[in-house]
């Protein structure tokens, strides 16, 4: 009895070891960046959807990590700071927008570097910015112009419609004078 005991307690103390070792390889592997790098920050309009800890992209290629969001207090513009590789030099006339990785994915910042001579030195701010694009304001619009050109089939819009009987000033909708 005791010999199952012992032979159950290393099988334990593997399966542990092993466990581990998926972990620890997992996290090393994981894409995440130790925060190595330059800050820049940028302001946006809007950042629907973007996350500390979101991707910064050139060419869809990882080479940084937003590490803040606030709000200047004074604008109310959205303030994001993120580091860039210290291998990647910028621009000072680079551009920054928000987007979408799929219909359903995450958010990230995709920089466009410009042709300027001049880098961004640390701490800098990328003042060539596009906003998130809301992708419920877009279905939104896209619903209410289908609708408002498939209006009622009688030719009276949903406002003109009155009971049989009171056909107001001439059908337009008005009531008649002297009511």
Request: aromatic content about 4%; overall charge negative; cysteine-free.
């Amino acid at each position: 009895m005791a010999r199952h005991g012992v032979a159950e307690t290393l099988t334990g103390a593997v399966v542990l070891v092993v466990a581990l070792a998926f972990l620890g390889y997992a996290v090393a592997h994981s894409g995440r960046s130790s925060g190595a790098g330059y800050p820049l920050q940028a302001k946006f309009e809007h950042i629907d959807g973007l996350n500390v800890g979101g991707d910064v992209r050139i060419a869809g290629v990882k080479v940084g990590t937003v590490t803040d969001e606030r709000i200047d207090p004074k604008t109310f513009a959205a303030i994001v700071t993120m580091t860039v590789r210290d291998d990647i030099q910028l621009p000072k006339d680079t551009g920054a927008s928000i987007t979408s990785e799929s219909l359903l994915g995450g958010k990230y910042i995709s920089l466009s570097p410009g042709g300027d001579e001049t880098d961004l030195k640390p701490g800098q701010t990328i003042t060539v910015t596009q906003s998130s694009i809301s992708l419920e304001d877009l279905l939104g619009k896209f619903i209410f112009s289908v609708t408002s050109l498939n209006g009622p089939k009688d030719g009276k819009s949903s406002g003109d419609q009155q009971k049989d009987g009171d056909a107001g000033a001439g059908g337009s909708g008005l009531p008649p004078l002297g009511k």
